[in-house]
């Protein structure tokens, strides 16, 4: 079991930044994939940002170059830099890991970000 609890959301205005944090309840450095997925009202959740087997960093055309995921293995948290936030990025954002490649999919309780314009 991971438990994992996200923190950072809110409101901000269209080009602004945040800065979300998904902490877990195990080393980041025993999770095969750690990331950030997003759900905005009436769409699918979609992936954002995910970082594999520590190393292979992973994000969505929609996000590249605006957003950065980073983690830190001292605090067992991993990190969603946005910048350059638009209207389109208002979402509920998950994290998300697991354990290993056919684990079952462990998620945060989601944390709201909005953007206006």
């Known amino acids: 079991q991971v438990q994992l609890v996200e923190s950072g959301g809110g409101l901000v205005q269209a080009g602004g930044s945040l800065r979300l944090a998904c902490a877990a309840s195990?080393?980041?450095?025993?999770?095969?994939?750690i990331g950030w997925y997003r759900q905005a009202p009436g769409k699918q959740r979609e992936l954002v940002a995910t970082i594999i087997r520590q190393t292979i960093y992973n994000y969505s055309d929609s996000v590249k170059g605006r957003f950065t995921i980073s983690r830190d293995s001292v605090k067992n948290t991993v990190y969603l830099q946005m910048n350059s936030l638009k209207p389109e990025d208002t979402a509920v954002y998950y994290c998300n890991a697991k354990t290993y490649l056919y684990s079952p999919d462990f998620w945060g309780q989601g944390t709201q970000v909005t953007v206006s314009s």
């Open positions: 195990v080393s980041t450095d025993n999770i095969f994939v």
